[in-house]
């Protein structure tokens, strides 16, 4: 998928699937969930090489999703890509379903175990390390929110991709400005956040994260840089797409009511109206 | 009257001590909502430390609050507690001896279907391989609200586990003893002791008055302190009812279970059973499914309490 259009257009038809799916299962992280499904919806329909159809394909390139509980816009992508069945997404977190609240992989496409927050970076030093090492093409992507870079663990992998050099490594914050108790600002102040990559070593490049132009330019220029771990850093809205959702903190984890849920889905259809 | 989680129970209280009590400190990481303190933290701002998402900088900052006379609170999910910051807890907490209150919410089951990443069913083993550590699972709100009291004027290393819903009560306002190290009696029976520990007491309760319809007369111990243990109970339970079941919402290994099969082996070897969750990742449901799923509800505990008195 090729125009930035079609991204935009799917970008908003993986919004429509992912509400409805935290409705049905009466549990989920609207918000954080929100904010990130342009992110995926560029890497997975655009930037990452990747092939549903042979998920074990070792020159794939690798997405981490850190901030794990934005799993729902996570299975939504991985089901509309083909890698299971659509129908699954309603049994999202009912009994003995394998599409539990937090990315798992038994579910198809799903690289690693996530849902505590601050493990995806480590691991990403760890897969990047170890593609340089066999000469594998693969790039590593780990998407992360603003809030769990209050985890030591962050920071620790920081130094360490600086340190190794992974220019294979392209990390993304899901810079949506919130966190569960509010403003990441007042809870735990993060700026200046690019200046603190770029002291650990990183390359880092600011992008509009709910705009798939700047998006795709900024992963293109991550991806031609040389010699440096890669971060970008992605301004979102959390809850983007839905008017009443956004920059409202209680979404976090907020699920829609029915009315909310039609309210929402009508909004997005303007949306593609719009787009169309 | 309404039931509350014991979560709002322990705020509540703690919130009471600390507005007499100006060195009780509460800590979040970025938690306050999970663990219902934000009444406490509008309440009392310069009682109150907002960590992020940081858990083990979070006991780190406890113990050093500590050591400069406070009393600290920490308080986060027990999955996050008793994991990520293990190291914090066994170094900065036992082995150094602070005043450091661990308070895990959420605990066991209680985040269901969000998967074992949000499951603490290790935190009893963990915790009880710590030496110098005090581990407290209050059953109901009542006895949250006792044991709180009693952790404002207890000096040393505690850890707590609470879960996320209200539960039944097998408590009351004006009766919940709560002495640390000292199981209560809940009912009297000679046929078989049930011995629970946290939120399955009122499971266990609720599964002794199944097996009275049937004419079996069960003992239910309320163990709500796992460390120190009270051997005293245990054996004495051995002895008149000569069978002993037990019930916790922990992995099979390393809990309440095994403590107790230890003291039996070394004591008095009776017929025991250890009911817990399976040494496996859960299949995906909510708490209440999956204690019945791995057979932790009051009807899955009676019949276990039966089968163990036919062998
Ligand atoms: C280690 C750990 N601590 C706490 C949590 C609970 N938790 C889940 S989401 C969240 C807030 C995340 O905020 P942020 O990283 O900004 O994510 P977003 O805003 O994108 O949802 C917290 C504290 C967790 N999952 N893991
Ligand atoms: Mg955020």
Aim: charged share 25%; aromatic share 6%.
């Amino acid at each position: 998928m090729n125009t930035i259009k079609e991204l935009e257009i799917k970008a908003v038809e993986i919004r429509k699937i992912m509400l409805q799916m935290i409705h049905d299962a009466g549990a989920g992280h609207t918000g954080g969930s929100l904010s990130s499904v342009d992110i995926l919806v560029s890497l997975f329909y655009n930037k990452m090489k990747h092939d549903a159809n042979n998920p074990n394909w070792d020159e794939r390139d690798r997405f981490l999703l850190s901030k794990g509980h934005s799993v729902e816009g996570y299975y939504s992508v991985l089901a509309d890509s083909g890698y299971f069945p659509k129908e699954d997404l309603s049994t999202f977190s009912k009994f003995k379903s394998e599409l539990i609240g937090h990315p798992n992989k038994n579910v198809p496409g799903v690289e690693m175990n996530t849902g505590s927050l601050g493990h995806g970076l480590p691991i990403g030093v760890g897969m990047a390390l170890g593609a340089k090492k066999l000469g594998n093409p693969c790039t590593i992507y780990v998407l992360m929110g603003d809030g769990e870079l209050a985890e030591g663990s962050i920071w620790e992998a920081a130094m360490a991709a600086s340190n190794y050099k992974l220019d294979n490594l392209i990390a993304i914050i899901d810079r949506n400005g919130l966190q569960i108790s509010g403003c990441t600002e007042d809870v735990m102040s993060l700026e200046n956040l690019k200046e603190k990559w770029a002291a650990f070593g990183w390359d880092t490049v600011e992008v509009d994260g709910n705009n798939m132009q700047s998006l795709i330019e900024g992963l293109d220029i991550a991806k031609k840089r040389k010699g440096k771990p890669q971060m970008i850093i992605a301004k979102t809205i959390k809850g983007k797409g839905v008017s009443f959702m956004e920059n409202v903190p209680t979404w976090h984890h907020g699920v829609p009511s029915k009315e909310e849920l039609e309210q929402a889905l009508k909004e997005l259809d303007n949306s593609l109206k719009e787009l169309m | 009257m309404k039931k509350i989680p014991c979560r709002k129970s322990f705020t509540e209280t703690l919130l009471d001590l600390a507005k007499k009590d100006e060195k009780i400190i509460a800590l979040a990481s970025d938690s306050r909502g999970s663990v219902t303190l934000n009444e406490y933290a509008d309440t009392l701002p310069d009682q109150f430390v907002e960590c992020g998402i940081a858990e083990q900088n979070e006991v780190g900052i406890a113990a050093g609050l500590a050591e400069m006379g406070f009393k600290p609170f920490v308080c986060a999910p027990a999955c996050f507690l008793s994991t990520r910051s293990l190291e914090q807890v066994k170094v900065d907490v036992a082995y150094s001896n602070t005043n450091v209150k661990i308070i895990g919410i959420s605990g066991g089951v209680s985040y269901g279907a969000l998967g074992m990443s949000h499951h603490s069913l290790q935190d009893i083993a963990v915790m009880r391989a710590i030496p110098g550590i005090t581990i407290l699972l209050p059953a109901d709100e009542y006895q949250t609200r006792e044991m709180t009291k009693e952790l404002a004027n207890f000096d040393g290393p505690v850890y707590v586990r609470m879960g996320r819903g209200a539960v039944d009560n097998v408590y009351s306002d004006d009766f919940a003893p709560f002495e640390i190290g000292r199981a209560n009696v809940l009912t009297q029976g000679n046929d078989i002791a049930i011995v629970a520990t946290g939120e399955t007491v009122p499971q266990a309760f609720n599964a002794s008055k199944i097996l009275s319809k049937e004419g079996i007369n069960a003992r239910v111990l309320d163990f709500h302190t796992i460390k120190p243990f009270d051997k005293e109970a245990i054996l004495k339970a051995a002895d008149e009812c000569g069978a002993i079941l037990t019930v916790e919402e922990h992995s099979k290994f390393g809990g309440l279970g095994e403590a107790v099969a230890h003291l039996l082996i070394e004591n008095n070897p009776v017929p025991m059973k250890i009911i817990g969750f399976a040494d496996e990742a859960l299949v995906s449901g909510n708490s209440s499914e999956l204690f019945e799923y791995y057979g932790l509800d009051s009807h899955s505990i009676a019949c276990a309490a039966k089968e163990l008195l036919r062998k």
